[in-house]
């Protein structure tokens, strides 16, 4: 049987998929009403990330890795976003 904090960790990597689920359709209907590019389809791989880190939790696997990685990709994108959106100029 599953101990309690492998099934709380795998819900919260859940729960983190769908919240960059929610970004990724941001980033798209921001694209399709104002016209410029904002790289939406790469919030799919934090997404895939995190749930297959998730399903190798439940699997009693180590798949922190990939959590972690799917992290470091998303807080980058996230930047990359906010700076598409409040047209911050380098």
Do not use: D
Request: charged share 10%.
């Amino acid at each position: 049987m599953a101990h309690i904090g492998v099934i709380f960790e795998a819900y919260s990597l859940v729960i983190a998929s769908v919240i960059t689920f929610f970004l990724f359709a941001i980033g798209r209907f921001y694209q399709l009403n104002v016209g410029r590019e904002t790289h939406y389809k790469w919030f799919l791989v934090p997404v895939i990330l995190f749930l297959s880190s998730a399903v190798l939790c439940a699997l009693e696997y180590e798949g922190i890795i990939l959590g972690f990685v799917g992290a470091i990709l998303l807080g980058i994108l996230t930047i990359v976003l906010y700076n598409i959106m409040m047209r911050v100029e380098k």
